[in-house]
C-alpha cells in the first residue's frame, strides 16, 4: 500500500515552471485497484468504507451573479473518469441525481475516460440522456488524448473521445465559442483544450464571434489556464482535474492536485474580479478519495 502511494504524492510536487504543472513522464504507475462498488449515493457509505468516498456523490450548490437578468441553473460535472474504478452504472446515477435539479444548461469539463477505453456505445447512450435534457457543452481533459495522454496508456488523439461526444450529442467547445440563447437571455460559452497535451489556444477560442455584452463562461478543465486567460473577457470559468485533491491528509491538505496554484484546487474563487469554480469531479483515479466525496456541481447564474 505504501509504495502504492509514494509515487502518487512525490507525482503531485512535480511541476514545470512557467507552464501549467503537469504531471511526470515515467513508467506505467502501479497503482491501488480497489475495485469499489458505487452505491449509496445519498447516503453515507457503510462504516468500512468511511474514508473510501469514491461512490459517496455530494451536491455542491453556489449562487454566482455574473450578470444576467434571470437565474439560470447549471449542472456542472467533470472527470467522469469512465473505467474500471468508475462504473457507467456509478455514473448513470450520479446523472439522474443531477437532472432532477432540472438544469437550464449543462457543462461537462474534461476527462470523460482514464486511458483507453472500449464501451463506447453504453457510455454515449448514458451521456445522451444529459442532452436530451437541456443543451450540454463540454470542454476535453488531459485523460481525453493529446501528446501526453499518448505517451502514457491513453490516445495520442482526441478522436474516441470527440467520436463519444457527437454520439452523446454533446457539443464540443474546442478552441471555440457560441453565442447561447437560453429563453429570454443570452450567454456566451467558450471551450479552450487541454495544456497538457499543448491544446489551449485562447485566441483561436475567443476569436468566435459572441454576443456582446452578454456574459461569457469559460470551460476550461485545468484551473491553472486562468492566467493564459487572463487577457480575455469573461466573469467565470468551470474547471476541475485537481479532483479536490482527491485525499486530503489531515494537517497536509490537498497533495495530490496536480495544480500549480495551491490555494485554488476546488470550490469558488474570485479571482481578479472574475470567478472561478473548480469541482472536485464525478470520478476518481485509482478507486479512492480521502476525506474528498466526489461532487456534482448545481450552479445558480444570476
Ligand atoms: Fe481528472
Known amino acids: 500500500m505504501r509504495r502504492a502511494i509514494l509515487p502518487l504524492l512525490l507525482e503531485s510536487l512535480q511541476f514545470a515552471p512557467g507552464v501549467p504543472a503537469r504531471a511526470p513522464s515515467g513508467p506505467r504507475r502501479r497503482l491501488i485497484h480497489a475495485r469499489l462498488r458505487h452505491r449509496n449515493l445519498d447516503a453515507p457509505p457503510a462504516p468500512p468504507m468511511r474514508f473510501w468516498e469514491s461512490?459517496?456523490?455530494?451536491i455542491a450548490r453556489h449562487d454566482i451573479p455574473i450578470g444576467l437578468r434571470e437565474p439560470l441553473r447549471v449542472l456542472h460535472l467533470s472527470d467522469l473518469h469512465a473505467s474500471r474504478v468508475v462504473s457507467l452504472g456509478y455514473l448513470e446515477r450520479v446523472f439522474e441525481l443531477g437532472l432532477?435539479?432540472?438544469p437550464h444548461l449543462i457543462c461537462?469539463?474534461?476527462?470523460?475516460?482514464?486511458?483507453?477505453?472500449?464501451?463506447?456505445?453504453?457510455?454515449?447512450?448514458?451521456?445522451k440522456r444529459l442532452s436530451r435534457a437541456a443543451p450540454t457543452f463540454a470542454c476535453l481533459g488531459n485523460h481525453d488524448g493529446g501528446p501526453w495522454a499518448g505517451s502514457r496508456l491513453g490516445y495520442a488523439s482526441a478522436h474516441p473521445v470527440r467520436r463519444l461526444l457527437r454520439q452523446a450529442g454533446?457539443?464540443?467547445?474546442?478552441?471555440?465559442g457560441c453565442a447561447?440563447?437560453?429563453g429570454s437571455q443570452c450567454l456566451n460559452l467558450v471551450g479552450v483544450g487541454d495544456p497538457w497535451n499543448d491544446e489551449c489556444h485562447p485566441e483561436a477560442a475567443f476569436a468566435t464571434p459572441l454576443e456582446p455584452g452578454a456574459?461569457?463562461?469559460?470551460?476550461?478543465h485545468n484551473p491553472?489556464?486562468?492566467?493564459?486567460?487572463?487577457?480575455?473577457?469573461?466573469?467565470?470559468?468551470?474547471?476541475?482535474?485537481?479532483?479536490?485533491g482527491q485525499w486530503l491528509l489531515p494537517g497536509l491538505g490537498a497533495l495530490l492536485a496536480p495544480v500549480r496554484d495551491k490555494h485554488r484546487v476546488?470550490?469558488?474563487?474570485?479571482?481578479?474580479?472574475?470567478w472561478v469554480y473548480i469541482t472536485k469531479g464525478v470520478g476518481n483515479l485509482h478507486g479512492l478519495r480521502l476525506n474528498c466525496r466526489p461532487e456534482a456541481a448545481l450552479l445558480t447564474l444570476s
Not at 461512490?55 to 455530494?58: E, S
Not at 456574459?215 to 476550461?220: A, D, H, K
Open 55 to 58: 461512490g459517496w456523490i455530494d
Open 108 to 127: 461537462l469539463t474534461g476527462d470523460f475516460i482514464t486511458w483507453k477505453y472500449n464501451a463506447y456505445d453504453p457510455y454515449a447512450a448514458a451521456l
Open 180 to 182: 447561447l440563447q437560453l
Open 224 to 244: 491553472d489556464t486562468k492566467t493564459l486567460l487572463a487577457p480575455f473577457h469573461w466573469s467565470l470559468m468551470l474547471s476541475g482535474h485537481t479532483h479536490g
Open 100 to 102: 432532477e435539479h432540472k
Open 170 to 176: 454533446v457539443t464540443l467547445l474546442h478552441n471555440r
Open 266 to 274: 476546488r470550490g469558488l474563487h474570485l479571482w481578479r474580479g472574475r
Open 215 to 220: 456574459p461569457t463562461v469559460v470551460l476550461s
